[in-house]
């Protein structure tokens, strides 16, 4: 299998490259920095990098220097967003394999590294070419959140923030209540904390709290015996029994009535049930994780939930983003339900186009990762090419005009003041500032550059 080495800052694009190599039948590795591809590139053997030329610190450029000075039978491409004719002329002569500009078009990136690969089985001196001892070593292939796996962790602050939540709740028993709009992601969090859990090998139960008729909640729970009322024809395991050493997910938990509630909490209390029409307890073990769109706490002040079930079930709580608070995100979520559609639907669609792209960015998602599923989904059907257009989106995200921030760059003859503006709201955080402009962070850092701000 070749192996692929990818440095790129951007973690989202970075992600969505190794995605799709991945995908081709490549073993793929992935790094941030010059500086780790570096140090990868001395534990391990590579046949293609695949590099940014604009890099935090150190230049992609510098890989090449490496190679070149090791003599590895290594090919370099690399790629950037600025498609500078001269920059182009300086890497070729470096020995770069190949360069290629952003926005990357799939298909001729794959085409590349083919090309790459295809020389360096033609080149007759690679056999001779002295590689360090270290690279007898393989690199492990890093685990792939694929379409098997339905939790995507992201990686803007808001989701780091989740997911550190996640890890540190997740070992422990604690019952956990997450709080998020409707459309969030509750229950894949909720599947994510228990498989993280002591109980992983064990069951999850999911619950629709609010799919479940007031006449038979009990039953639902707890069970129930045969003959106990009418209907009751033979006897019945409730989620309680069912989730037994596992976890018992109680989604939209606050649609529960009052005398349900008062059910509930004895049975967390105690850790037994009764079913409907047994004198008989049943014990039981199970951790209970709940998930709300509603102010449990405001219900509580109302008299609508009860006090005590509400400190019961939020030992600990964890407040799920919104997309439109975790843009950085998007990109990430919306190949991963396009790779989910073309499961699904047949269809073999590689990505977005640039349009479609800024039209998805642009869009304020107030049905947040449902809403971006169901509408990649609808794009992916849509779509008589293998790159989905703008026009294959839904109307009215086509039609949406965006209330992103203000800052414009490229926009705006003001555009210095702007910049030391958000770096002065960022407290001096690139990345962030980045984000307040709406800017990816290598564009960030050349305005820098062009306007000598040094921090």
């Known amino acids: 299998m070749q192996h692929i080495l990818i440095v790129e800052d951007d973690l989202a694009f970075g992600k969505m490259l190794e995605t799709f190599l991945k995908k081709k039948g490549y073993q793929v590795t992935t790094c941030s920095s010059s500086e780790d591809a570096i140090r990868k590139l001395n534990d391990a053997v590579f046949q293609v990098i695949l590099a ?6 150190k230049e992609g450029t510098v890989l090449l220097e490496m190679v070149k000075e090791k003599q590895l039978a290594t090919k370099v491409i690399l790629m950037t967003g600025y498609a500078e004719v001269s920059k182009a002329v ?5 020995g770069a394999f190949d360069y290629i500009s952003k926005p990357i078009n799939p298909e001729q990136m794959l085409d590349l590294i083919q090309k790459a690969v295809k020389a360096l089985q033609e080149d007759s001196s690679a056999e001779s070419v002295s590689t360090p001892q270290k690279n ?3 690199e492990p292939v890093q685990k792939e959140e694929g379409v098997g796996n339905s939790y995507v962790a992201g990686v803007s602050d808001a989701s780091n923030k989740l997911n550190d939540y996640i890890k540190l709740v997740g070992p422990t028993d604690m019952s ?42 009990s039953s639902e729970f707890f069970g129930h015996v045969k003959g106990s009322f009418t209907g009751a024809i033979n006897d019945k395991i409730g989620h309680f029994e069912a989730a037994n050493h596992g976890t018992l997910f109680l989604d939209e938990v606050g649609n529960l009535s009052y005398d349900l509630q008062m059910q509930l909490l004895r049975a967390l209390q105690e850790r037994k049930v009764k079913p409907v029409g047994s004198n008989k307890e049943i014990e039981v073990d199970i951790r209970v994780i709940t998930a709300t769109n509603e102010d449990l706490e405001k219900a509580v002040e109302l008299g609508d939930f009860r006090q005590d079930l509400f400190h019961r079930l939020n030992e600990f709580s964890i407040q799920v983003p919104a997309l439109k608070d975790r843009k950085e995100d998007l990109l990430l979520f919306a190949n991963y339900f396009l790779d989910k559609a073309n499961q699904q639907l047949g269809k073999e669609s590689l990505g977005f186009s640039d349009e479609a792209l800024e039209a998805l960015k642009n869009y304020d998602w107030p049905g947040n ?9 609808r794009s992916v059907l849509l779509s008589e090419t293998k790159v989905i257009e703008k026009k294959d989106l839904p109307e009215n995200i086509v039609t949406h005009t965006s209330k992103a921030s203000s800052y414009k760059l490229f926009k705006n003859h003001n555009e210095e003041q702007l910049i030391l503006d958000a770096l002065e709201e960022a407290g001096g955080n690139k990345s962030k500032a980045a984000r307040i402009l709406d800017v990816d962070r290598k564009t960030l850092y050349n305005k820098l550059k062009q306007y000598n701000i040094e921090l």
């Open 369 to 377: 990762l449902r809403e971006l599923q169901n509408s990649v989904k």
């Open 90 to 94: 300086e890497v070729m002569k470096k």
């Open 176 to 217: 956990v209540l997450i709080i998020g709009e409707s459309g969030t992601g509750k229950e894949y969090v909720a599947k994510n904390i228990h498989k993280k859990s002591k109980r992983k090998e064990k069951v999850f139960i999911a619950v629709d709290c609010g799919a479940i008729p007031k006449e038979i909640a």
């Open 52 to 57: 940014d030329v604009r890099l935090p610190e």
């Open 136 to 138: 007898n070593k393989e």
